[in-house]
């Protein structure tokens, strides 16, 4: 889930994206059969029962009623940046997409896209020889995770420009990079660090990322669902670190020669895919996602 070992936040990810999976097909927001393999025994139970549907309706109950908004906010920013990242890849262009934190998630292997596309996981060394172990022992996996291509970071001790590979920065890829579940984890020297990475790439290049309103950072009591979520993420030693105010993040992507093209709050992008379902939901509106553009320096 990051640049740095964060198993439980991710694990916790994975059995959002698993209880999802399990809804009946007409009413999930997305298919992912990868991320029940990287529950650890305690989160096996869970997965398991949430395959039958009334179980499922009572965990989606039981979720909300502690951890407000996370399970709905979670399904549907994957759907969202899911759709993103198809329909960029069509309309711009792009051969390839860079995931940076990609954690637990198999974005590269689920979307199965038609158009050739290389795609590059870059996280810590250490979760991503877990995940690539637990993948090669899955006799199910499809053939393409051998067009991914691995690299291992890690930005507590690593800079990113010696030790990523130029040839991603080649004049004949259009680049996307999908950053989700990342930003508010990185401390704050981390995080603007990344973005300085991305601007060095050619204009053109887009952003995808979710991060967190900064407020929810010193008062989360303000935003429901905010204190559970990270009560739950202190007991395990994690934290949120890194915040934008979305008043001004414009602004904030300026200074790394990016323009911003959208800024989805949680309600927004829920409304877009519950429907009528999502005027019941709420908790997580402090997470956001956002896609922007590499401009001329």
């Known amino acids: 889930m990051s640049l740095v070992i964060t198993s439980k936040a991710a694990a916790y990810l994975a059995l959002l994206r698993a209880i999802e999976s399990n809804r ?113 022992k899955n006799p199910g996996r499809n053939g393409m995770e051998a067009m991914i291509n691995y690299v291992p970071v890690d930005l507590l001790t690593q800079d990113l420009d010696h030790v990523i590979p130029q040839i991603f920065q080649q004049g004949h890829y259009k680049t996307m990079f999908i950053w989700e579940g990342v930003t508010n984890i990185l401390t704050a020297p981390i995080a603007p660090k990344v973005f300085e990475y991305f601007k060095t790439f050619q204009p053109g290049t887009i ?39 979305p008043a001004t993040i414009k602004e904030f992507l300026a200074s790394y020669n990016m323009e911003l093209m959208h800024n989805l709050d949680c309600n927004v992008y829920r409304r877009m895919y519950y429907g009528e379902e999502a005027a019941s939901m709420k908790g997580y509106e402090f997470y956001r996602v956002a896609m922007a553009r590499v401009t001329e320096g």
């Not at 309706?57 to 009623?65: E, K, T």
């Not at 590269?108 to 690539?132: S, T």
């Not at 009560?231 to 030693?237: A, D, F, H, S, T």
Request: glycine share 4%; proline share 4%; aromatic share 14%.
């Open 24 to 136: 009946p097909e007409n009413k999930r927001l997305f298919y992912d059969p990868y991320a029940k393999l990287f529950l650890p025994t305690s989160f096996k139970l869970v997965e398991k029962l949430s395959r039958i549907p009334f179980m499922n309706r009572f965990i989606h109950w039981f979720i909300d009623r502690y951890w407000t908004g996370a399970l709905t906010c979670c399904a549907a920013r994957t759907r969202l940046v899911d759709v993103m990242t198809v329909n960029t890849v069509q309309d711009e262009g792009i051969n390839q997409v860079i995931v940076f934190g990609a954690g637990y998630d198999c974005r590269a292997l689920r979307l199965q896209m038609k158009k050739r596309i290389q795609f590059v996981e870059i996280d810590h060394p250490d979760f991503q020889a877990e995940k690539r172990d637990t993948l090669a």
């Open 207 to 245: 952003i995808v990322f979710t991060y967190v309103d900064k407020e929810v950072l010193e008062h989360p009591e303000k935003f429901t669902g905010a204190a559970s979520v990270t009560k739950l993420l202190r007991r395990n030693n994690e934290f949120w670190n890194f915040g934008i105010d």
